[in-house]
């Protein structure tokens, strides 16, 4: 079975543009979350999408935005971006069910680079 | 924040039992403990997880001590391809979901030859 893929896997963008990546689920999966790695402040929840809908939300400033199609693959948004946004974005997949204990499946990353 | 702490770092030889501690004090009756693995760069990598009894996987063992305050990750032959950041999370089973996994520092553990 693939696994959760994550496009483009690298990226390098300037300040004040934007950036739309990509995550594909495992198959069946209808849960997406994403995470942002940094050095410093390790790796912290973005948000999660289930069926389409936002189901949770870190602590992100509204730049960082995404949304989920009918067939489960996610997208996260980050406009104008800043040099402090320059992270590994990390994608995770679960099966999604009504209680949240399944485990959590995560991407190979995309790296963007602000410069 | 994160639930769990760990020690920053680990060495381990090549070979050996690598034995990873975690303590989760105010873990709930219905939180699982979680143990993942990043190598460099790379995505977090699911390794086993357990609620009150010990289990078992290809990967590692993961002994929950029966106040469930503590657990250590067994990896029973370490190679120098473990060398990673252990993660362990506590998780709780949320009706309605929410996937957020809260991730503290890890355990840095280097495999040597």
């Known amino acids: 079975k693939a696994g959760v893929t994550q496009t483009p896997r690298y990226l390098i963008k300037t300040r004040g543009q934007q950036v739309t990546l990509s995550c594909s689920p495992i198959?069946?999966?209808?849960?997406v979350s994403w995470y942002q790695q940094t050095p410093g402040q390790g790796l912290q929840f973005l948000f999660e999408?289930?069926?389409?809908?936002?189901?949770n939300k870190g602590n992100f400033p509204g730049r960082f935005s995404g949304r989920q199609f009918s067939n489960s693959r996610s997208e996260m948004n980050v406009s104008t971006l800043e040099l402090g946004d320059s992270a590994l974005y990390l994608c995770?997949?679960?099966?999604?069910?009504?209680?949240?204990?399944?485990?959590?499946?995560f991407g190979p990353g995309t790296r963007l680079t602000v410069l | 924040d994160a639930k769990t702490t760990q020690p920053t770092s680990m060495d381990c030889a090549e070979g050996r039992a690598a034995n990873l501690p975690c303590n989760h004090s105010?873990?709930?009756?219905?939180?699982?403990v979680y143990w993942y693995r990043q190598i460099h760069s790379q995505g977090p990598q699911y390794i086993i997880h357990?609620?009150?009894n010990n289990e078992t996987n290809e990967m590692a063992s993961l002994i929950i001590t029966e106040d469930r305050k503590s657990s250590t990750l067994i990896l029973p032959h370490a190679t120098l391809r473990d060398t990673a950041v252990y993660y362990c999370?506590?998780?709780?089973?949320?009706?309605?979901?929410?996937?957020?996994?809260?991730f503290g520092k890890g355990t840095k553990l280097t495999v040597n030859p």
């Open positions: 995770a997949s679960t099966k999604g069910g009504k209680w949240a204990t399944d485990t959590q499946y």
């Open positions: 198959s069946g999966h209808r849960s």
């Open positions: 999408y289930f069926s389409e809908t936002q189901r």
């Open positions: 105010t873990i709930s009756g219905n939180e699982y």
């Open positions: 357990g609620l009150k």
């Open positions: 999370i506590v998780r709780g089973a949320h009706q309605g979901g929410s996937e957020k996994l809260v």
